[in-house]
């Protein structure tokens, strides 16, 4: 056609995208749970511990993706805290 304009650069499927999106989110995920497992036992029996296995776990698995990575950072962060609570005492 004279007239069309020639397509911009191939772009790769969209699921592809999201499956890396969704596999970066979970190599976090995995992440955070063996730095969480590596805690000693007085991190173990603080609340904050039990609150971040919920974080990882249930909470992570019934956000959207978009929402997913809000999660992990909250998780993060309380695992920080925990292992300065821990360190600490």
Known sequence: MPHRRPSPS????????????YDDLEARRATLVA?????????????GYRRALT??????????????LAVLQAAAWLIDVLEKLTTIT
Request: no cysteine.
């Open 10 to 21: 191939v772009k790769p499927p969209a699921h592809a995208n999201f499956r890396r999106r």
């Open 35 to 47: 730095r969480l497992a590596d805690l000693g036992e007085a991190a173990r029996r603080h609340p």
């Open 55 to 68: 974080l990882l776990n249930d909470t992570f698995r019934k956000e959207k993706l978009a929402q997913r």
